[in-house]
């Protein structure tokens, strides 16, 4: 379900050709990968956190 709700920004991505894109799709990718750390397995919100810190890193590189 989270990856589903990373979706969006993801599409924002695609759609927009500009560099500033990334900032609104990385504070939403990753708010929502944290968001679903609730999980009580801790694999899933090691991997949900990573997906968060990729996110982030991502738009510090655009």
């Known amino acids: 379900m989270v990856h589903a709700l990373q979706l969006p920004a993801v599409g924002l991505l695609i759609v927009s050709p500009s560099p500033w894109a990334w900032w609104p799709a ?3 990718g990753s708010a929502v990968a944290c968001l679903g750390t609730d999980s009580h397995w801790r694999w899933l919100n090691y991997l949900l956190i990573t997906e968060a ?3 982030l890193s991502l738009a510090l590189a655009a």
Do not use: L, R, T
Request: hydrophobic share 100%; net charge neutral; no cysteine.
């Open 26 to 28: 990385a504070i939403w």
């Open 53 to 55: 810190v990729i996110w």
